[in-house]
């Protein structure tokens, strides 16, 4: 049986674009969620007729009421594995706690350095002449939990954000896939910060 998998995103959804794209033997895609109606990831989602549901932080009047939402939402799908796809909103306490050590995410740098909703410009502004993308579990913290794996790209003097987020983009559909495909046929352990896919 293929895993369970719920995606949850922001923008564009081009990471889930990439999963709705590839061979899904390991895993199907069985929801997907987005913080804002306009999520050009729902439409993607919707031409597969794939179920999706929109918790927007402004029709609650707290975050928790928010996360708690979320955490129902999520968890009507019955998902092995929750992976977030440029969902730009930290996750609160009731998500965490539900999928604990079964929440992926992607981040547009190389971790530890740049986490945050600007790892792009941030390394950018550092001056770094290489920069990436890391695909991490979910821990409490921001961008800080144990790495699946990364992907490096090169950053030429006259790059600005866009070119190098798209470049970026480039190798990070290939690796959440790849990662993602793993993790559902295989799982993994955690050991502190290490994680083993066998
Ligand atoms: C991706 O590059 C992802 O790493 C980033 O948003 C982009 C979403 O692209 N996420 C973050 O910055 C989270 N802090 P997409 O909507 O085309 O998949």
């Not at 971790?111 to 821990?139: E, N, Q, S």
């Amino acid at each position: 049986m293929p895993a369970r998998i719920v995606v949850l995103v922001s923008g564009a959804g081009s990471n889930l674009q990439a999963l709705l794209d590839a061979d899904q033997h390991a895993f199907q895609i069985v929801g997907v969620v987005a913080d804002r109606p306009e999520a050009q990831g729902l439409v993607r989602a919707r031409s597969r007729d794939i179920p999706t549901l929109v918790v927007d932080p402004r029709d609650f009047p707290d975050r928790s009421a928010w996360d708690a939402a979320l955490a129902h939402g999520i968890a009507d799908w019955s998902p092995d594995w929750v992976v977030c796809a440029g969902f730009m909103r930290i996750l609160g306490g009731a998500v965490l706690s539900a999928f604990s050590q079964r929440i992926v995410n992607t981040h547009p740098a190389l971790l530890p350095a740049f986490p945050g909703a600007h790892g792009v410009r941030d390394a950018l502004d550092y001056g770094v002449r290489v920069t990436g993308c890391t695909v991490h579990l979910i821990d409490a913290g921001v961008d800080t939990g144990p790495i699946l794996g990364q992907a490096a790209v090169d950053v030429g003097t006259d790059d600005d954000v866009e070119a190098v987020h798209e470049r970026i983009k480039v190798v990070e559909r290939r690796l959440l896939v790849d990662i993602v495909t793993r993790l559902c046929s295989e799982g993994c352990t955690v050991d502190g910060r290490r994680v083993t896919i066998p």
